[in-house]
């Protein structure tokens, strides 16, 4: 059965990886000989979008997980508890005060500014006992954060303005090849270190003391959850804008299609399925639906994502009731 | 077992509690033989379960310092002190979704010892249960595996029995004589200490009251022991 999900899922990958790939306004043959607009279809427009999709989607996804197992808290996420809105902020005071847009830039910035948010939720998390309050924090975070930025916006020039806005959409079409395969390498890397965290990560959801008296430690765990957590958060918030929901749902559906709980498991199966969740979500961007223009991604994900923190409210609810 | 050294556990002049200054036990002094049955005693909220960390090395001490076979607990790494002490906690974890044979290879070196513990313990069919579907007393007893899989000089137990049924009190009395009777060293900080002592099974008893400690006959009744608690 648990071969059976992991079969299903990346049979699921690679059609809709080929489908963005190959449909379209301008259909290119799966098999066959490629025009020069083919070559250039492929290379600069849908391979960047679907590299960002597959990097954006599998890394926010590990984000989330990682921060549910650390925080013991299946509500958290990096949009949940204001990382995503971090990284923002780092992209606004770079391209609101004029500074710089290039690239590397713009996604250091946003790495910096998520880390910064992750280190101020992790200082203060001890302080809460009850999960609802570290919830209830980040939300606080990402109105303050909001308004920071919307301060930032009503002082900035009209281009800055308008390339924050275009970037504050958030979509996975944005980025070059270059920086599709930038993220694509980033998030590889990054997936492996979260991997070889696995028996840690197993060990943590026994409890903090437990875990140390079985060889974690605790400090370096949590200064390698901040800096994964931030580069990949950042990275893919530079490139792809700030995306919604994804980090906080995929874990739950992965948690939906398989029993399997250990992290050796849920960490390629969270992002293979946040992979496959942010190409499928693009679909209904690009108007697979027929609407012809599309949604916003942001819209769409949240559509999926809104329900699901409803659902796991709700049987976590029942649960406490039983 | 025996890992080199003196082998046994020192407390020298440990004061232990929270924040700088606030001690909640401001003298221990004592030394543990290996291979036997310890007990630390007192009322609740005497700073049993606080020392207990402290001596598995895992809260900080305020003064003093600790020492395994010679070392300095505290000074060792998470990885080299889980080689040497093992510890459960006095409430099992409640939210972990692993599955419980998951759980014990995590402290085993491989899945035969798993087996092995599973069908001392007689649960062979807990293999694949998840640990949030158990009851408090179970989960407690899979961490007592798990403790006990970890295959440490010594094993630290914060109040061990609280959740378990009369059946299954009986059944980690005999595990714990059985890992004694290895060559494990057991600290307890427990409240049901009557029928160990009745057993004759213990081979110290500290008492913590008003903030010291002090090594009180492991033979006599427990009787004088409340009334000590109680002065």
Redesign the interface.
């Known amino acids: 059965m648990r071969h059976m999900t992991a079969i299903a899922i990346c049979l699921l990958f690679v059609v809709l990886a080929i489908s963005h790939l190959v449909l379209g306004d301008i259909e290119v043959p799966v098999f066959g000989q490629w025009s020069t607009l083919h070559e250039e279809i492929v290379l600069h427009v849908r391979l960047p979008r679907l590299l960002a999709a597959v990097a954006g989607g599998a890394g926010l996804s590990l984000c989330g997980l990682m921060l549910q197992t650390w925080f013991?808290n299946p509500l958290a996420g990096p949009s949940v508890l204001g990382i995503s809105s971090g990284a923002g902020l780092g992209v606004a005071l770079l391209v609101l005060l004029g500074l710089s847009t290039g690239w590397w830039a713009t996604a250091s910035a946003a790495m910096l500014g998520s880390m910064l948010v992750l280190l101020l939720v992790l200082f203060v998390a001890h302080r809460f006992r009850s999960t609802t309050s570290l919830l209830i924090f980040g939300l606080m975070l990402n109105y303050v954060i909001g308004a920071l930025i919307t301060v930032l916006q009503s002082e900035a020039e009209q281009e800055a303005l308008q390339q924050f806005v275009f970037w504050g959409m958030g979509t996975f079409g944005h980025g070059s090849i270059e920086t599709g395969i930038a993220l694509m390498l980033s998030v590889s890397l990054a997936c492996g270190l979260v991997w070889a965290m696995h028996?840690s990560l197993?060990?943590w959801?026994?409890?903090r003391?437990?875990a140390?008296?079985?060889?974690?430690?605790?400090r370096q765990l949590r200064w390698r959850l901040v800096a994964l957590a931030g580069v990949l958060t950042g990275g893919i918030t530079a490139v792809c804008g700030p995306v919604a929901f994804l980090g906080l749902a995929t874990p739950h559906v992965v948690r939906l299609l398989t029993r399997e709980?250990?992290h050796r498991v849920l960490i390629p199966l969270t992002a293979l399925t946040g992979a496959v969740l942010a190409m499928a979500a693009d679909w209904g961007v690009k108007g697979v639906l027929g609407t012809g223009q599309g949604w916003p991604l942001n819209a769409v994900l949240s559509l999926i994502g809104g329900p699901m923190v409803i659902w796991v409210l709700i049987s976590k609810a029942s649960a406490a009731h039983e | 077992m025996n890992k080199g050294g003196s082998n046994v556990l020192r407390v020298e002049g440990v004061a232990v509690g929270y924040g700088r200054d606030q001690s909640v036990i401001e003298q221990a002094d004592m030394c543990l033989d290996h291979g036997a049955v310890h007990l630390l005693i007192g009322r609740n909220g005497a700073g049993k379960s606080t020392l207990l960390r402290a001596m598995a090395g895992l809260h900080p001490l305020q003064k003093g310092r600790i020492l395994v076979n010679d070392h300095s607990i505290h000074a060792l790494t998470d990885k080299e002190r889980a080689a040497w002490v093992a510890y459960v906690a006095s409430t099992p974890p409640r939210t972990s979704q692993l599955r419980v044979g998951e759980v014990l290879e995590l402290a085993a070196k491989d899945r035969s010892e798993v087996t092995a513990m599973l069908s001392a313990f007689g649960e062979e069919r807990w293999w694949d249960r998840r640990l949030d579907t158990l009851s408090d007393g179970e989960a407690q007893r899979v961490m007592f595996a798990r403790a006990l899989l970890q295959n440490t000089p010594w094993v630290f137990m914060d109040e061990p029995t609280a959740f378990l049924d009369v059946p299954s009190k009986r059944t980690f009395w005999n595990h714990l004589a059985v890992a004694a009777e290895r060559g494990q060293s057991l600290i307890l900080a427990t409240h049901d200490y009557e029928h160990l002592v009745s057993r004759g099974a213990v081979d110290s008893v500290h008492l913590i009251h008003r903030g010291a400690l002090q090594a009180v006959e492991a033979h006599a009744a427990p009787d004088e022991w409340t009334q000590m608690m109680e002065s």
């Open positions: 013991g028996s197993d060990l959801t026994l409890g003391v437990t140390r008296s079985m060889g974690v430690n605790d709980r250990s």
